[in-house]
């Protein structure tokens, strides 16, 4: 538990360096982007070599007979690279990630109220509704810095 935390942290902390060092890539040569199919080909390479050092090259022919819905997150990754790559030089790494967050707490918590998608289910409480409305407002004082 404490091992995948940690990994999901270390994830939460490369989300802002993506922002930043997509979006200078993009200013650099003058397309976001061109910028944001560099980085989906590198990252693409780079999950071609963790998929065959972990022994899981194979299971990429089982991808045909699956619904196509399944496959749309590359849809999700491609939308989520792009938008920050071409908005966070204007709106402010920061600003744009603070919204990504809020985004994905409120779509995790529909998730995970409803079990969408097969994941467990966790009933939204009281709490955890507190707490992505203190996010909310945390993003409008940001906004107003």
């Known amino acids: 538990m404490l091992r995948d935390g940690g990994i999901m942290l270390a994830a939460g902390v490369g989300i802002p360096i993506?922002?930043?060092?997509?979006?200078?890539?993009?200013?650099?040569?003058g397309a976001p982007m061109a910028a944001g199919v560099v980085a989906l080909s590198v990252a693409?390479?780079?999950?071609?070599?963790a998929v065959t050092v972990t022994g899981q090259a194979r299971a990429l022919a089982l991808v045909a007979g699956q619904p196509v819905w399944l496959v749309m997150a590359g849809v999700l990754m491609a939308f989520y690279l792009l938008s920050v790559t071409w908005i966070?030089?204007?709106?402010?790494?920061?600003?744009?990630v603070f919204c990504v967050l809020l985004g994905q707490m409120l779509a995790?918590?529909?998730?995970?109220?409803?079990g969408?998608?097969?994941?467990?289910?966790?009933?939204?409480?009281?709490?955890?509704?507190?707490?992505?409305?203190?996010?909310?407002?945390?993003?409008v004082l940001i906004q107003r810095a």
Request: without cysteine; positive net charge.
């Open 88 to 96: 966070a030089p204007r709106f402010g790494v920061g600003n744009a």
């Open 116 to 139: 969408l998608f097969g994941a467990r289910v966790v009933a939204m409480t009281g709490q955890r509704l507190a707490g992505i409305l203190a996010m909310a407002g945390g993003l």
């Open 44 to 49: 693409l390479l780079v999950a071609l070599v």
């Open 108 to 114: 995790a918590s529909v998730i995970d109220h409803f």
């Open 18 to 29: 993506l922002a930043a060092l997509n979006a200078q890539l993009g200013g650099r040569i």
